[in-house]
């Protein structure tokens, strides 16, 4: 079987999955820590071009970079293990804890995993960096980097800020004609269709059964319903899991309680907004991809209505949420390596790359304000260390990045 000489890379990725605390954060860095300096299987501007690609379409973006990285090494049967593998530890694990989460408990979660935020931003300060030493090479690329860093820096809860930002980096890097060359016309080629019409079939299907269900009270209609929701989420969200939490709080903890909702609606799908808070604090301390959380929303749905439908509740959350970024990014991907081809596209994505760049950047700084806000000065110098200490180990030392993980859940334990 031609798999079977995959069966080393598919290993590094389970232990990737199994190490891969911090949320998509730390996700882009360890990947370059594991597939790019030690695995070598991509080199770091695809692994840039990968991440690239997957913030301008919509959906979990670590779990479409990892899946490309499969995609890349083994085409679609190595794509969907690849991502089988990335999604179902993190899943499974979330929908246990919906059957016996309290809100009492995301604090001692909260205790275990206190250094696990500091290590992120260490991944990512790495990943930042290695990413700056290969596609900011010029002026123009310098200013589209610090400008996109700023602007995402005070707009970073916006979540079409990154797609407007891209946009406009990949015009900018088109104003000069000299430092990519021209490519010869590359003729049309036929695209196939099969996963957009998929991707469309299952959203119009997954609406009327919603609404039907709604409209006659079938029977177990909150499962219809809740994967019509996942499945939209997983459509519609732009900038990962930040983006998802609102979008869940808004459909399941607001709009059920405004007075439309309610004389349309009355049987809305609920859930208390501790529960759903307490899911999303949870899901940061565990390995694996933020859009997890679903499975465990999926369970708290479904839960009042026995052990076998609240089963089923993690099962539906887990494929609706994330089927829809397999769809997306199995298509558009062969279109965009196409796409790269004419000379438009292979220059703006020196300015793509740069935002990208920025951003990145952007994110460690708001992260890092976030935990000096909420912490004392000593705290705050001893969470610093661990950033610091985390990018100096990746960047200078050949630990690996499932050990960095390990230590620090360890110092959180025992301090």
């Known amino acids: 079987m031609v798999l079977i000489r995959h069966i080393p890379f598919l290993k590094a990725v389970l232990r990737y999955t199994l190490t891969a605390f911090g949320g998509p954060q730390a996700h882009l860095g360890m990947m370059m820590k594991t597939f790019v300096h030690k695995r070598r299987d991509i080199t ?12 301008i379409i919509p959906g979990a973006s670590s779990t479409q970079t990892l899946t490309l990285i499969g995609y ?9 293990l690849t991502l089988l593998i990335w999604i179902l530890p993190a899943s499974i694990l979330m929908g246990a804890i919906s059957f016996f989460m309290t809100g009492n408990d995301s604090e001692v979660a909260a205790r275990l995993f206190r250094y696990v935020q500091p290590m992120a931003v260490g991944f990512l300060v790495y990943a930042s960096f290695s990413a700056l030493l290969v596609s900011v090479k010029n002026l123009i690329t310098w200013v589209v980097m610090l400008l996109s860093a700023g602007i995402s820096y005070y707009y970073f809860k916006m979540p079409w800020m990154l797609p407007v930002l891209i946009v406009l980096g990949g015009i900018v890097a088109n104003f000069s004609n000299r430092r990519i060359p021209e490519k010869e016309v590359i003729k049309p080629r036929q695209i196939r269709w099969t996963n957009i019409w998929l991707f469309v079939f299952i959203f119009m299907i997954a609406g009327i059964l919603s609404e039907t269900a709604r409209k006659q009270e ?32 808004d459909q399941y903890v607001a709009r059920p309680d405004a007075t439309r909702v309610q004389e349309k609606n009355p049987n809305a799908i609920r ?28 369970g708290v749905i479904m839960k009042d209505e026995g052990k076998a439908m609240q089963l089923l509740g993690c099962t539906i959350g887990t494929v609706a949420i994330f089927l829809p970024s397999a769809l997306l990014v199995l298509f558009f991907f062969p279109v965009w390596q196409y796409l790269k081809k004419y000379v438009v596209v292979y ?3 020196e300015g793509i790359h740069a935002v990208v760049v920025g951003y990145m950047f952007a994110a460690a700084l708001y992260i890092m304000g976030n935990i000096r806000h909420t912490l004392d000065t000593s705290n705050f110098m001893m969470q610093l260390g661990i950033i610091t200490a985390t990018f100096l180990l990746l960047r200078y030392s050949r630990v690996p990045a499932p050990v960095i993980v390990l230590v620090c859940m360890i110092a959180g334990a025992i301090s």
């Open 218 to 249: 079938w029977e177990h209609r909150k499962a219809y319903n809740m994967f019509e929701n996942f499945y939209r989420f997983g459509s519609l969200v732009f900038g990962g899991g930040d983006v998802l939490l609102p979008m869940m709080l």
């Open 271 to 298: 859930i208390p907004r501790d529960e759903l808070l307490t899911g999303y604090g949870v899901v940061r301390g565990v390995p694996g991809p933020v859009f997890s959380v679903a499975s465990y929303t999926g």
């Open 72 to 80: 890349k090494r083994g085409g679609l049967p190595l794509a969907i």
């Open 347 to 349: 220059r703006a994505l």
């Open 44 to 55: 770091e501007l695809e692994l840039i071009d990968y991440n690239t690609f997957c913030q």
